[in-house]
């Protein structure tokens, strides 16, 4: 099935489903030569949600908060061998807590989760969180009575630069105070500042990679769904679309790409000692959905890493995918086709993250291998 029937689809069972709210709009017949569905669209698109980056200026490294002041309701898949993560047991949709208010990305590996604590700073100085003491805005300086919400995952990236430089407190903090409603910055920020891709050779044949995002309003509904990357994968990316490596490790010769996994199948043995990785996600979206769906929507969201990395959820990768759901739109909706299209946002934000990046001395990235032909 092609993608724009597959999307038309989609369009066509969230319309029957709309009982509980609106009707969505059938889509209009397509043409063989009209353009697959558009994927302009940043994670800022799905209302209520704010996006911030901490860059270090001393090495590439940072992290990326992804603020919900308002609160949403989350789940989480963590599909890779590998992850570092901070708060998810509380995502299961078995546990009390039904909202979250900021999810934390970011780079130093298990040292980074500290940026977490800097957000729950920033969050708790604006009163944002869960509120255990009604009585307590005012009454004492910088004590507000709630306990934010962030669940945070990390990637790896202390082999690229000075690995005793990394993102803490501070740096969530200050990513949190950056955070806005506007286009996210993508390429060498944040999470991603320090990814890279294509390390099953070793980190002499790898490339840089670094933050994505895409996102779509489906059809002619108010059905906003989007998603943001931060890509450091053992594998390589892939553009689905046409099969070709668009990231990942390099020939010997420098000539191309060594495609990790036809060197799998030829018997190529992955080295125990492989650099360790991990490509973390949020995919989002304004429909009203319960933890129980939102966590079905991050498994889903998923097979947007298997569409564009080879290999992936690897023993050395730790990918982990956040789901959230502002709750602005009021639909009666199955969640099983949000997740089909977080899948697709993600696989675009995923290609984007490669696309943006910008190389760094011994890690070149898609322009500069784009540039020499």
Known sequence: MQRREFTQSLLALMAAAGSGGPALAQ?????????????????????????????????????????????????????????????????????????????????????????????????????????????AQGRKTGYRGVVPIVPAAVLFDLDVGDGAIRPNAESGYQASHAASTGPVAEGNVGAGAGATVGKMFGMQFAMKSGVGSAGIKVGSSEIVVAGLAAVNAVGDVIDPANGKILGGARAADGRGFRNSMAEILRGYQLVPTAHASTTLGVVATNVAFDKTQMTKIAQMAHDGLARTINPVHTPFDGDTIFALSTGSLKLNVNHGLIGAIAAEVMAQAIIRAVKMARGLPGLPSFADITAKG
């Open 27 to 135: 889509p209009a017949a397509q043409s063989e030569s009209e353009p697959a569905a558009s994927f302009g669209l940043s994670l800022t698109a799905v209302t209520g949600i704010k996006v911030g980056h901490f860059t270090s200026q001393q090495r590439p490294t940072g992290c990326t908060v992804v603020l919900c002041e308002a609160g949403a309701v989350a789940g989480v898949d963590v599909r890779g061998s590998a992850p570092g993560t901070r708060e998810t047991d509380l995502l299961n949709p078995v546990n009390a807590v039904q909202q979250i208010h900021a999810i934390t990305l970011t780079g130093g590996s298990a040292f980074g989760l500290d940026a977490a604590t800097g957000v729950m700073r920033y969050l708790e100085e604006h009163g944002i969180g869960f509120k255990f003491d009604p009585q």
